[in-house]
């Protein structure tokens, strides 16, 4: 079986990240990675220099972006970060859910919104590192667990296909628990290095 180094979370000067998406493509060419997408915060504006770049070297490079968005559960608001992949990078869907996320003015983006606009733009949404999200149990504890799960289990429901479980921020054991509930409800599993700079 063929085996891939991939990262499917970083972030450019095009929103809080130091490197441009040409300086990160060169920087995980070095570091031996076959497959890189760029997530900039509720920014697509670095696809097009990300993707050329990519596209000249035998780096596999997927469209990406991360949405800021809420959602509304069990009488909580949770604050979630949803990463989109594979997503016509031209979709107005997808600039809307980006002004949508950033724009304060605007009524907050919703995370089945996201989900919604991503997938009729031909994409898939991921959830961003769980140990992140505000108003969970205390993180490594049962309850924590027992929340995420739910909360899971409903952003499933609503179309989410996977989950990022290898992130810096989490532990081997974290890392160990959330695979095992991505396969439970049979999702997707994502690594990225969530890069933001040197
Ligand atoms: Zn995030
Ligand atoms: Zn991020």
Redesign the pocket.
């Known amino acids: 079986m063929d085996t891939f180094k991939c990262n499917y979370h970083m972030h450019s000067h095009y929103s809080n990240g130091t490197l441009s998406p040409a300086q990160l493509v060169r920087k995980f060419i070095e570091e031996e990675y076959d497959v890189l997408s760029l997530t900039d915060h509720d920014s697509i504006d670095g696809l097009k220099e990300f993707m050329a770049a990519c596209e000249a070297t035998k780096i596999k490079g997927v469209p990406g972006v991360?949405l800021t968005t809420t959602h509304e559960f069990m009488g909580k608001v949770y604050d979630i970060?949803i990463l989109g992949y594979n997503f016509d990078p031209n979709s107005q869907l997808i600039a809307e859910a980006c002004q949508r996320s950033k724009d304060d003015t605007l009524p907050c983006l919703k995370a089945e919104e996201a989900i919604k606009m991503v997938g009729e733009s031909g994409g898939q949404c991921f959830l961003?590192?769980p140990v992140?999200i505000p108003g969970l149990g205390e993180r490594g504890t049962e309850e924590f667990y027992k929340e995420f799960e739910a909360l899971l289990k409903d952003l499933k429901k609503k179309g989410l296909k996977g989950l990022e479980c290898i992130n810096p921020m989490h532990t081997e054991d974290e890392e160990y628990r959330f695979i095992q509930y991505a396969g439970k409800y049979h999702l997707h599993i994502s690594s990225g290095t969530?890069h933001h700079g040197e």
């Open positions: 991360e970060h961003a590192h992140k969530d």
